[in-house]
């Protein structure tokens, strides 16, 4: 499982026009699920997230997670997130998970993030063409793989 997570002032994201998730200050995780992902991966991830220390203090230190500065989380599905490039130029995204095994693994994160965050998260809708705006605060961009484990 992989996500690419950051730091916002704000972030928002649109299916047709119409507003599924939108968020102040917090976290915009880009989450992708992996055809040998399991629920293991998806607390270690949840968890991982949400104990990134990557808000400032008052120091000025990247030293805070977001579930001590009472910000949010949004959570997009981006299956691109497990692109190769290996062959050509036209990407494959077989290491992807089909959506039968992907969705419930996403639903687990969300629901484990908000458990971490002590609220809901805000969410796009898996498998829609979603329209994502983002104010990046830093920017700060975290790149995380639950199979590095780093």
Known sequence: MRAVVQRVASARVTVEGAVTGEIGPGL???LGVGREDTSEDVAW???????LRIFEDKTGRM???VTETGGGILVVSQFTLFASTR???RPSFNDAAPPDHAIPLYEEFNRLAAAALGRP?????FGARMDVALVNDGPVTILVDSKDRE
């Not at 991830?45 to 104990?51: G, I, N, P």
């Not at 998260?121 to 809708?125: A, H, I, K, W």
């Open 45 to 51: 991830l949840a968890a991982k997230v949400a104990a």
């Open 63 to 65: 030293n805070r997670a």
């Open 121 to 125: 998260v805000q969410t796009g809708r």
């Open 28 to 30: 915009l995780v880009l």
């Open 87 to 89: 062959k050509g130029t």
